[in-house]
Every structure is written in C-alpha cells, then in structure tokens.
C-alpha cells in the first residue's frame, strides 16, 4: 500500500526533483531525497503542517524563498524525468524508506562535515556529500507512521 496518493504529474514533478538534487549522488542518493519529500508530505507538525502532497512539498516557500535548490535555481525543470527516476519516486511513495533519511524532513549540503543539528533538529547521517536529519523526538510523531 502507498504511504501517500501521488497523481502522475506528482510521480513525474517529484521524479524531477530527486535526478536535480541527486543525480551525482546516484540511485541511492535520489531514493534518499525522495525519503524526504515523502516523508514532508505525511507530517503535520511543524512547517510541514499545510503541504498535503508531492506538488505542495515541492513548491513550498519557506522563509521567503522556495524550500529545495533545484526549485530556487530552476534546475528541476532542466530535463523531464526518465523512466528509471519514475520507478525510484514510485518506490518511495510505495513505502521504501531507509536509514539515514527514514525520517528525515531535512537534508542539505555543507560541503563541510555534517552539523550535529540543524536548526535544532538531530543529524541521522549521511550519504555522499548530503547530511539528514529528523525531528527531535515528541515533535513529529506522524513521521514515523507508516
């Protein structure tokens, strides 16, 4: 079962986002941001209390600027997703969801070694050069459903 309904323009939007915020960082990479957006989507605690679904997490403005790079600097929209990007977000809104970004609502680049938090929130790990992190426990309990 599906941990979230995504339409096909969602499967194909959320597909484009993890090839532009991951594509170096290969399959496992983009899996792991797909985690996130997923994971965005089901959470209805903190900023994430009005995004209700994929194309509402991708376009989501936060402190006065879109919440993803590859949204601010419009490379999302560079390339259309292939069918292998199709098949990993699929997999996410099907239920994949791995350590470090099991529960992540964060992740980014420092292109330094990882904080221990951000924005107070716990570092969960890493992958390549991309550090994520979760809700401090009793924050978010919705994360971790499903």
Known sequence: MARVRARSHEVDEMARMMRA????????G???VGNVIINRVVAECLDF???NNIHDVIFQIQG??????AVQK???F??????SERR????????????????ALWYFNPHAPCPPTWYGQPHTGQ?????FYEPKPGTCDSVYRG
């Open 49 to 51: 209390k009005d995004v």
């Open 21 to 28: 915020e991951a594509e170096g960082e290969g399959k496992q």
């Open 74 to 76: 419009g490379n999302v």
């Open 78 to 83: 560079y390339q259309r997703s292939r069918t």
């Open 127 to 131: 992958f390549k050069e991309h550090c």
């Open 30 to 32: 983009m899996l792991y």
């Open 64 to 69: 006065g600027n879109y919440s993803f790079e």
């Open 88 to 103: 990993l977000a699929q997999q996410n809104i099907n239920g994949w969801r791995v350590h470090p970004a099991r529960y």
